[in-house]
């Protein structure tokens, strides 16, 4: 059975966002965050989620401030 292509962006974001947890350090953290999220929010618009989009723009947004903060 084929793998449907935004299944796979989602499963991508899951792994990269479970990778930033194990990290240490806060900018690899954060931009593993964000390129998690953006995955993450891609799949949430492909299933419709309305809960899940909003989750994630919150989620992709704090990585995002995180991000500049430590700059």
């Keep these: ?3 449907n292509s935004f299944k796979l962006i989602g499963a991508i ?3 990269l966002i479970s990778i930033g947890l194990l990290l240490k350090n806060r900018k690899h953290q954060d ?3 964000i390129l998690g999220g953006v995955c993450l929010e891609i799949y949430s618009i492909y299933i419709q989620d309305t809960v899940f989009i909003i989750l994630q723009i919150f989620f992709t947004t704090s990585a995002i401030y995180d991000l500049t903060k430590l700059n």
């Design 1 to 3: 059975m084929p793998i």
């Design 13 to 15: 974001g899951l792994i």
């Design 31 to 33: 931009i593993l965050y």
